[in-house]
């Protein structure tokens, strides 16, 4: 059901790559709810991924763009607000990749070259972008800016590796910026903490099904869906939560507040 929640708003999504992507499902929600929107991801997930499709489906601009390159957010922002016939409403950043965590690096011999090339795409990122939109003033009065996260930000999951680092980099930024964007922009800007999801880059860490069902089973509503994950954001993309910023918001049946579920203890 939809509440028009996004009417004559405007977005740039982040990170569509296949159908079982968040990002795509997010993209799909805010234009259910009334938004007109932008698609980008970089060059290489354009080749391999079918954001293309979506884009014809959605009537959405795909274009691409490096997060990590400045000239390419800034043609993206640029081309967005041209296509979108004026100021951004809303962003969703929804961008992580790790080479060690690919290439089944221990997290106790990684490789540095690749973990700076890791915080650079899935934080450092972040900052770039909001950078580029704040210097570009192309945000709207009580906006949104929005990054996926995960728990491993605050707590050890020793098989997520150094994209538990990257995601506490992602988090800190959104506070650090928020401030800024709040007082000069009347801008928001959250992380939000999903659940395990099963993803196509999710789904690629070791031992993700382990603490996919561990999280289902220790989350007394159990873990939250990419859909219920894309109804979430549509509603802090919307007017409905203009007061809400700087937070890193959990998305996940329960999880991050649980000590012990017996039933956990019960099934070990």
């Known amino acids: 059901m939809a509440y028009n929640l996004l009417k004559g708003k405007r977005g740039i999504i982040f990170g569509a790559l296949d159908e079982q992507s968040i990002a795509w499902k997010v993209a799909e929600k805010c234009v259910e709810e009334g938004a ?8 290489v997930a354009l080749r391999f991924g079918e954001i293309q499709k979506l884009g014809e489906k ?5 274009i691409p ?4 390159k400045m000239e390419d957010l800034e043609q993206l922002i640029d081309q967005s607000m041209e296509a979108l016939g004026g100021k951004i409403d809303f962003v969703l950043h929804s961008i992580g990749m790790s080479i060690n965590v690919r290439k089944k690096r221990e ?9 700076q090339k890791t915080l650079d795409i899935s934080a450092i990122s972040f900052h770039k972008l ?27 999951f020793p098989d997520y590796s150094e994209m538990a680092e990257a995601k506490a980099l992602l988090e800190s930024f959104g506070r650090s910026f928020g401030y800024h964007f709040g007082v000069k922009k009347k801008v928001r800007v959250n992380t939000l ?4 999801t099963w993803t196509t880059a999710g789904s690629g860490v070791k031992g993700f099904k382990d603490f996919f069902d561990y999280a289902e089973e220790m989350s007394p509503l159990g873990n939250a869906t990419a859909d219920e994950c894309a109804d979430y954001c549509a509603m802090l993309f919307s007017d409905m939560s203009r007061k809400v910023t700087m937070q890193n918001l959990f ?12 039933s956990v203890m019960e099934n070990g």
Do not use: C, F
Not at 107 to 115: G, I, P
């Open 58 to 62: 959605l009537n959405a601009k795909v």
């Open 193 to 196: 903490s999903q659940s395990p």
């Open 65 to 68: 763009a490096d997060a990590t």
């Open 251 to 262: 998305h996940d049946g329960g999880y991050s507040a649980m000590g012990i579920n017996p």
């Open 36 to 43: 007109t929107i932008t698609l980008t991801n970089a060059p």
């Open 130 to 156: 909001m950078q580029t939109l704040y210097n570009k003033d192309a945000m709207n009065e009580w906006g949104s800016i929005l990054a996926l996260s995960y728990i491993a930000a605050q707590r050890v």
């Open 107 to 115: 997290y106790t011999n990684l490789n540095h070259d690749w973990m």
